[in-house]
């Protein structure tokens, strides 16, 4: 027998809310009875990937070496947060070019491969609204979405926090994870700026948030001069400082999920520790 | 040996990100996190060690 529907989620499944959204940006607000949201996300999330592979004339995944391209090769890529955007490039363009045959990128293929990868992250921030807005239901309490939030720790890492109220630890988070965006950047003298260059490095720093993007507008991408005998470390830096943020971003998505249903962030986080160390418990004991 | 050095220096420094972002991800409230600090940077330290020396290991006896 079905286990009764809970009012929590009178709003609607947050899985399907989640997967509309995945293959087309504000279904899952549609979904959800949410129609302007889902309109508006439609335009500007949709809008912009569309504008960004006309812009880059859907050479984006050219930057990608012969060798590497594959049927999940642009899984890692950032694009991939708006799945039906990236099924319709790659059915559209695919890889570009296939003979790979030297021509120059249109001029505007910088501005163009990021507004589709800001078109798949703010297509993960939409779902992850989605996502809390069909869990909470009529137990949400008022105040701003963990998408809000969620938002705001990418665009800068540690502001998160600090809308939140966590002064500290937003100030610790900026300045360790921006300080590391900029120590990778300096150890590689800039080559972790160019997605051509660093296809995938890029990806994970692009989670960095506008310190990166900036980063990039503003030296335009400056070209390889020698060697670099700490490149390693520096591409290293600047994508474990994105991937950083996505671990923060976590922490500031929880505390908010908290507040919003009621709860004390602080225990719920120990029950979360506890649930998982007694699972580690039980595990360790089965396998003994 | 100027260049070990430097290796390990940045070591250190990525290190500290990945230790402090962790212990913020387990524990919500900043006294808790600080606290478990110490421990997790002697697990993750321990742990990058014994996964070089294995390494090592296998590069000299292995294949």
Known sequence: ?288 | MIGYLAYVVLFAIGTLPIVVVTSFLSHADDRGAFRDLPRRAMVFVGSCIALAAALVLMGLYVG
């Open chain 1, 1 to 288: 027998m079905d286990a009764p529907r809970s009012d929590a989620r009178a709003g609607g499944e947050p899985l399907v809310a989640v997967l509309l959204t995945w293959f087309l940006p504000g279904a899952g607000h549609l979904y959800l009875g949410r129609v302007a949201q889902g309109v508006v996300a439609f335009v500007v999330v949709g809008g912009m990937y569309w504008l960004g592979v006309k812009l880059a004339g859907g050479m984006t995944f050219e930057f990608l070496d012969p060798e590497l391209r594959g049927a999940f090769s642009v899984a890692l890529t950032p694009e991939v947060g708006n799945l039906g955007g990236l099924i319709w490039q790659m059915r559209s363009h695919g890889f570009g070019d296939p003979g790979y045959v030297p021509h120059p990128y249109p001029s505007g293929i910088w501005i163009g491969s990021l507004l589709a990868a800001l078109s798949g992250l703010a297509n993960m921030a939409l779902m992850v609204d989605a996502h809390f807005s069909a869990r909470a239901g009529a137990e949400r309490r008022p105040g701003l979405s963990p998408a809000v939030f969620v938002v705001a720790g990418w665009a800068v890492p540690g502001l998160g926090h600090l809308l939140q109220g966590r002064v500290l630890r937003g100030v610790i988070v900026a300045v360790l994870l921006i300080g590391l965006f900029a120590l990778g950047t300096v150890l590689s003298e800039g080559a972790n700026l160019s997605r051509e260059r660093h296809f995938y490095y890029w990806g994970a720093q692009l989670m960095c948030g506008l310190p990166a993007v900036l980063t990039e507008f503003v030296s335009g991408r400056p070209p390889v001069s020698g060697s670099m005998p700490y490149i390693d470390f520096g591409l290293t830096f600047g994508a474990m400082a994105g991937l950083l943020n996505a671990v923060v971003l976590m922490d500031v998505f929880a505390w908010q999920e908290s507040k919003l249903l009621g709860r004390d962030p602080v225990a719920d986080r120990e029950k979360h520790r506890n649930r998982h160390r007694s699972a580690e418990v039980e595990i360790g004991e089965s396998a003994a």
